[in-house]
């Protein structure tokens, strides 16, 4: 049994619940049977890669879904095996910069030659009749400026057989040229209602038992339980999934019921606590636990400097503070780009939050 | 392990500068050695090695800390001291006097001291096992100066279970000590108790560590004179040189606080032609040692007119600056115990944080030397134990969790969803899912073990200093089953599957879980114990740097040439799983 968030992911553009129009607009483009290089962006868990193969599904069939992987081997110049997966169908293939670290660069381009020099030859059916492959980048904001700049020279020479979809949470770190050839496509998060609503179908499916049979009752736990998922769908599904899993029932009481916060969320949340509550070079240091625990966890530092000063603001509630954090922030978050040791920085970002706060 | 750089290379001193292992070099002078026939007393070091307590060149209120200490571990108080120092501060030496004097014996009879033989993983286990026996009448002093391979990830696990073990055992048994020369350079392969032994073995209540410092002129002094006075008679080695420039040569070299180096370019010294030489060449270069560049760095150095020499010296002498710009990191918060205030540190973190930055970690060193030089010192005594960086630990844990997230991703879950997603979200709740009682009676499902978050349970490292309780009865976390994360498991499954399937390139993401059949698991129970050694070896240390794991690779294909025989091997080598493992047993 998959879960459900896959079971009940739309795999056609006639099967997604929310965003008419931006559905609507692909529909139609894809009805044109071609399409300009897209760039898909919006905050994560709101459907962007799900309207990716919808729409690669519109065009191509139901072939986009065989997918297989292939893990590839790179030799960089300075003769170190390099290794990353590429996910492919028929029709097109997806990458992911970030596994390539520092040699994304020559990587892209090399892989982007090869598709381009493969002609799309398909004999087998006579109803597709597209002579380009797509390629997929995910995380397209972590390609390096200097792969940005390689790719758009790319997307100009190959544009007669590959189309790419840039899919990314924020454009900000996408060079101004790849946004001028692109379509910009922007998927924002869905409403808390419109999360309740699939919630609410999923829930009729499962079967799955509440306490309590009214349905406002129901409609306003599951409000809330998007609601604390930052309307994040594919968190809410799981963090819905994890609760029918672990209760037999799921009690409701007062228009609420168990909720889940992350388990590196509650670190952060404990980090603000420890900044708020005692602001000293000790608190400091022993601070630093923390950050590392979270960053041997992959938890990229940039989500942690997020999501620290949103618990921040969060808890100093309508302070005077808290224009001067956003801006630390901000400035720590260019930081963090420039720099190597983030640790560096995300305790730079705590020291300066308490100069802040104790002025 | 490197060969110690601050030998004098001379041939009269040949065996100092050949032996090849630091360990080897440490206290020469002392070592109860069997392979030597003949004790060759051409050598002052040998000649004049301290056939008495009271004849160890070292400070007496440290001596007498150590003896009681050995007295604890005879009588059972403790089990385990530790001593550490830098190389010739005749750590070894006073150990060997010291266990004399308590067992009331002679002193090469009292101690009996590791020497590996074969190089075997296992060797140093059963060497310990065989010695614990030396109990009652035959009462010794086990004394480990030479160490097994650590840098060999196995080994040092079979070190760390060996030790943890014996300090664990409820049985008695013989007083050990570890004498550990520490070498804080990553480069060459480091070697520091932190990295050897884990802190939770370190801080258990059967476990004594004392630490050597480089010894003070004033007892050098001494133990110099006595040799002085003796080769200067007729015939000896200094006769016929003027005292005062013997004086002369001690005193430039006096710095070192070698005992063992400053006697053996003594006698070299002695030796070139008789003439007045106080050459550089007996002066060390001492490539500063990373902790004490720091505290250059941190206090500033009482010698140096200003702190531009001070800088300048640490700059030009210490080479890897990267490492020190983290060490600083680590450690600022140690001035003045913490207690200097929140903008200080502000302003020491923005220019660590610049130097990072524009990569220049000297630029960010000398600024923060000066930052530091305008916070006045509150003459209190430093409370903590200085840390080296954490940041390469991290780094080595984060690349274990992106490969767990990355195989779960592909083997797993569903390869569409982004690695960042998996961690951050699914990471947490699938787990939770899949143990739910509900989910197993709904599917039918039964999995062998727990899974476990994907990447690892996030958890604050304070639970570290918790983790004893776990192994109270000796059991070490490779033997419990509970440990093993499902998800692991039947990442391995797959691998193995695909592999049988390699014709079919198709449906591993429709591919149901399957329950394995018991010749699979009687196949990989190897492969899963090595797994899960790795795995479970949270304080891999810090010389697991990228550099090793990148040389692993590297030599992945000539090991893998010398596996082909062995089908099953091969299979699992081509897919990366037991890579590890098997490369560094060749190596």
Not at chain 1, 245 to 252: G, H, K
Not at chain 2, 137 to 161: A, D, I, M, Q, Y
């Given at each position: 049994?998959?879960?459900?968030?896959?079971?009940?992911?739309?795999?056609?553009?006639?099967?997604?619940?929310?965003?008419?129009?931006?559905?609507?607009?692909?529909?139609?483009?894809?009805?044109?049977?071609?399409?300009?290089?897209?760039?898909?962006?919006?905050?994560?868990?709101?459907?962007?890669?799900?309207?990716?193969?919808?729409?690669?599904?519109?065009?191509?069939?139901?072939?986009?879904?065989?997918?297989?992987?292939?893990?590839?081997?790179?030799?960089?110049?300075?003769?170190?095996?390099?290794?990353?997966?590429?996910?492919?169908?028929?029709?097109?293939?997806?990458?992911?910069?970030?596994?390539?670290?520092?040699?994304?660069?020559?990587?892209?381009?090399?892989?982007?030659?090869?598709?381009?020099?493969?002609?799309?030859?398909?004999?087998?059916?006579?109803?597709?009749?597209?002579?380009?492959?797509?390629?997929?980048?995910?995380?397209?904001?972590?390609?390096?400026?200097?792969?940005?700049?390689?790719?758009?020279?790319?997307?100009?020479?190959?544009?007669?057989?590959?189309?790419?979809?840039?899919?990314?949470?924020?454009?900000?770190?996408?060079?101004?040229?790849?946004?001028?050839?692109?379509?910009?496509?922007?998927?924002?998060?869905?409403?808390?209602?419109?999360?309740?609503?699939?919630?609410?179908?999923?829930?009729?499916?499962?079967?799955?038992?509440?306490?309590?049979?009214?349905?406002?009752?129901?409609?306003?736990?599951?409000?809330?339980?998007?609601?604390?998922?930052?309307?994040?769908?594919?968190?809410?599904?799981?963090?819905?999934?994890?609760?029918?899993?672990?209760?037999?029932?799921?009690?409701?009481?007062?228009?609420?019921?168990?909720?889940?916060?992350?388990?590196?969320?509650?670190?952060?949340?404990?980090?603000?606590?420890?900044?708020?509550?005692?602001?000293?070079?000790?608190?400091?240091?022993?601070?630093?636990?923390?950050?590392?625990?979270?960053?041997?966890?992959?938890?990229?530092?940039?989500?942690?400097?997020?999501?620290?000063?949103?618990?921040?603001?969060?808890?100093?509630?309508?302070?005077?503070?808290?224009?001067?954090?956003?801006?630390?922030?901000?400035?720590?978050?260019?930081?963090?780009?420039?720099?190597?040791?983030?640790?560096?920085?995300?305790?730079?970002?705590?020291?300066?939050?308490?100069?802040?706060?104790?002025? | 392990?490197?060969?110690?750089?601050?030998?004098?290379?001379?041939?009269?001193?040949?065996?100092?500068?050949?032996?090849?292992?630091?360990?080897?070099?440490?206290?020469?002078?002392?070592?109860?050695?069997?392979?030597?026939?003949?004790?060759?007393?051409?050598?002052?070091?040998?000649?004049?090695?301290?056939?008495?307590v009271p004849?160890v060149c070292m400070n007496p209120q440290k001596l007498k800390q150590i003896q009681?200490?050995?007295?604890?571990?005879?009588?059972?108080?403790?089990?385990?001291?530790?001593l550490?120092g830098p190389?010739?501060s005749s750590k070894?030496t006073a150990?060997?006097?010291l266990?004399?004097?308590?067992?009331?014996?002679?002193?090469?009879?009292?101690?009996?001291?590791?020497?590996?033989?074969?190089?075997?993983?296992?060797?140093?286990?059963?060497?310990?096992?065989?010695?614990?026996?030396?109990?009652?009448?035959?009462?010794?002093?086990?004394?480990?100066?030479?160490?097994?391979?650590?840098?060999?990830?196995?080994?040092?696990?079979?070190?760390?279970?060996?030790?943890?073990?014996?300090?664990?055992?409820?049985?008695?048994?013989?007083?050990?000590?570890?004498?550990?020369?520490?070498?804080?350079?990553?480069?060459?392969?480091?070697?520091?108790?932190?990295?050897?032994?884990?802190?939770?073995?370190?801080?258990?209540?059967?476990?004594?560590?004392i630490k050597v410092n480089k010894i003070a002129a004033k007892f050098i002094r001494k133990s110099?004179?006595?040799?002085?006075?003796?080769?200067?008679?007729?015939?000896?080695?200094?006769?016929?040189?003027?005292?005062?420039?013997?004086?002369?040569?001690?005193?430039?070299?006096?710095?070192?606080g070698?005992i063992?180096?400053?006697?053996?370019?003594?006698?070299?010294?002695?030796?070139?032609?008789?003439?007045?030489?106080?050459?550089?060449?007996?002066?060390?270069?001492?490539?500063?040692?990373?902790?004490?560049?720091?505290?250059?760095?941190?206090?500033?150095?009482?010698?140096?007119?200003?702190?531009?020499?001070?800088?300048?010296?640490?700059?030009?002498?210490?080479?890897?600056?990267?490492?020190?710009?983290?060490?600083?990191?680590?450690?600022?918060?140690?001035?003045?115990?913490?207690?200097?205030?929140?903008?200080?540190?502000?302003?020491?973190?923005?220019?660590?944080?610049?130097?990072?930055?524009?990569?220049?970690?000297?630029?960010?060193?000398?600024?923060?030397?000066?930052?530091?030089?305008?916070?006045?010192?509150?003459?209190?005594?430093?409370?903590?134990?200085?840390?080296?960086?954490?940041?390469?630990?991290?780094?080595?844990?984060?690349?274990?969790?992106?490969?767990?997230?990355?195989?779960?991703?592909?083997?797993?879950?569903?390869?569409?969803?982004?690695?960042?997603?998996?961690?951050?979200?699914?990471?947490?709740?699938?787990?939770?899912?899949?143990?739910?009682?509900?989910?197993?009676?709904?599917?039918?499902?039964?999995?062998?073990?727990?899974?476990?978050?994907?990447?690892?349970?996030?958890?604050?490292?304070?639970?570290?200093?918790?983790?004893?309780?776990?192994?109270?009865?000796?059991?070490?976390?490779?033997?419990?089953?509970?440990?093993?994360?499902?998800?692991?498991?039947?990442?391995?499954?797959?691998?193995?599957?695909?592999?049988?399937?390699?014709?079919?390139?198709?449906?591993?993401?429709?591919?149901?879980?399957?329950?394995?059949?018991?010749?699979?698991?009687?196949?990989?129970?190897?492969?899963?114990?090595?797994?899960?050694?790795?795995?479970?070896?949270?304080?891999?240390?810090?010389?697991?740097?990228?550099?090793?794991?990148?040389?692993?690779?590297?030599?992945?294909?000539?090991?893998?040439?010398?596996?082909?025989?062995?089908?099953?091997?091969?299979?699992?080598?081509?897919?990366?799983?037991?890579?590890?493992?098997?490369?560094?047993?060749?190596?």
């Open positions: 049994m998959s879960l459900w968030v896959d079971k009940y992911r739309p795999k056609t553009l006639a099967q997604l619940s929310y965003h008419d129009r931006i559905s609507q607009n692909l529909k139609a483009l894809s009805a044109s049977g071609d399409f300009p290089h897209l760039l898909v962006y919006g905050p994560t868990g709101a459907g962007k890669k799900t309207r990716v193969y919808a729409t690669l599904q519109e065009i191509f069939g139901s072939a986009v879904e065989r997918l297989k992987i292939d893990v590839k081997t790179f030799t960089t110049s300075s003769n170190r095996k390099l290794e990353f997966n590429v996910i492919s169908s028929p029709y097109h293939l997806e990458i992911t910069p970030s596994d390539m670290g520092n040699n994304d660069r020559v990587v892209i381009q090399d892989l982007l030659k090869d598709v381009a020099s493969t002609e799309q030859v398909d004999f087998t059916s006579s109803k597709v009749k597209h002579r380009f492959k797509v390629v997929v980048i995910n995380e397209a904001d972590c390609l390096s400026r200097d792969a940005q700049a390689a790719l758009r020279r790319t997307m100009e020479k190959y544009s007669a057989n590959t189309r790419l979809i840039l899919v990314c949470n924020s454009i900000s770190n996408i060079i101004p040229p790849i946004k001028s050839r692109t379509l910009l496509v922007r998927i924002p998060k869905p409403t808390i209602e419109e999360i309740g609503d699939i919630l609410n179908m999923v829930a009729k499916k499962e079967q799955v038992k509440f306490n309590s049979n009214d349905p406002q009752a129901i409609t306003s736990f599951l409000n809330n339980l998007a609601e604390k998922s930052d309307r994040n769908l594919r968190r809410s599904l799981l963090a819905f999934e994890t609760i029918s899993m672990q209760n037999e029932t799921i009690p409701i009481t007062n228009n609420s019921g168990p909720q889940l916060t992350l388990d590196w969320e509650i670190i952060i949340s404990g980090i603000a606590d420890a900044v708020l509550k005692s602001r000293s070079v000790a608190t400091l240091a022993k601070l630093r636990d923390a950050y590392y625990e979270l960053l041997a966890h992959c938890i990229p530092a940039k989500i942690i400097l997020k999501t620290l000063l949103f618990n921040l603001i969060e808890k100093l509630g309508d302070s005077n503070v808290v224009p001067k954090l956003v801006e630390l922030a901000s400035d720590y978050d260019e930081r963090l780009s420039l720099g190597q040791k983030s640790i560096f920085h995300l305790e730079g970002f705590t020291a300066n939050a308490m100069v802040a706060l104790e002025s | 392990m490197k060969r110690k750089r601050n030998v004098v290379k001379d041939a009269n001193t040949s065996d100092v500068s050949d032996d090849l292992s630091d360990e080897v070099i440490e206290d020469v002078a002392s070592r109860p050695k069997v392979r030597q026939l003949e004790p060759i007393l051409d050598q002052w070091i040998d000649k004049y090695s301290p056939q008495s004849q009681q200490a050995l007295n604890r571990l005879v009588n059972g108080e403790k089990r385990l001291l530790i550490s190389a010739g070894s150990v060997l006097q266990a004399g004097q308590v067992l009331e014996g002679s002193a090469s009879e009292s101690v009996i001291s590791y020497e590996e033989v074969s190089g075997a993983e296992g060797e140093f286990d059963d060497w310990l096992q065989g010695i614990r026996y030396r109990i009652g009448n035959s009462l010794r002093v086990v004394l480990v100066e030479e160490l097994p391979n650590v840098f060999h990830k196995g080994t040092l696990n079979r070190f760390r279970s060996a030790i943890l073990q014996w300090v664990c055992d409820t049985r008695p048994v013989p007083p050990l000590v570890l004498s550990l020369t520490e070498v804080d350079d990553i480069d060459g392969g480091g070697l520091t108790i932190d990295s050897l032994l884990p802190r939770w073995i370190l801080s258990h209540h059967a476990v004594e560590w110099v004179g006595e040799v002085v006075a003796k080769e200067s008679i007729r015939g000896g080695g200094l006769w016929g040189i003027g005292r005062e420039n013997i004086n002369t040569f001690i005193d430039s070299i006096i710095d070192l070698d063992r180096a400053i006697i053996a370019n003594l006698q070299t010294w002695s030796r070139l032609g008789k003439q007045v030489v106080t050459d550089e060449m007996f002066r060390r270069e001492n490539g500063l040692e990373l902790f004490h560049s720091l505290g250059k760095i941190m206090y500033g150095s009482i010698k140096d007119e200003s702190d531009e020499i001070t800088l300048q010296h640490v700059l030009t002498l210490y080479n890897d600056l990267l490492l020190l710009e983290s060490t600083v990191f680590e450690n600022y918060q140690m001035y003045n115990n913490g207690t200097f205030p929140i903008e200080a540190a502000q302003g020491i973190l923005r220019l660590l944080g610049d130097g990072d930055i524009i990569r220049m970690p000297e630029a960010s060193i000398s600024s923060v030397r000066h930052s530091f030089s305008r916070i006045p010192r509150d003459g209190s005594i430093r409370r903590d134990r200085i840390r080296f960086p954490r940041q390469y630990k991290v780094m080595s844990r984060a690349r274990q969790s992106a490969i767990q997230i990355s195989d779960y991703r592909r083997f797993i879950g569903n390869i569409r969803v982004s690695s960042c997603d998996v961690n951050l979200v699914d990471g947490f709740f699938v787990p939770q899912i899949y143990n739910s009682f509900r989910y197993k009676y709904l599917t039918g499902k039964r999995s062998k073990y727990r899974y476990r978050r994907i990447g690892g349970d996030i958890r604050l490292s304070g639970d570290e200093d918790t983790r004893p309780l776990m192994f109270g009865d000796g059991e070490t976390q490779e033997e419990d089953g509970d440990q093993m994360d499902h998800f692991t498991w039947e990442i391995i499954q797959k691998k193995l599957k695909e592999n049988e399937d390699s014709d079919d390139n198709e449906g591993e993401l429709s591919d149901p879980i399957e329950d394995s059949d018991s010749t699979m698991e009687a196949k990989l129970t190897g492969t899963l114990e090595a797994m899960l050694t790795d795995d479970s070896d949270d304080d891999s240390d810090i010389n697991q740097t990228m550099k090793e794991h990148n040389d692993n690779d590297k030599k992945l294909d000539d090991t893998y040439d010398s596996l082909l025989s062995d089908s099953d091997l091969d299979l699992l080598m081509s897919q990366g799983i037991i890579r590890q493992t098997y490369t560094e047993k060749v190596i």
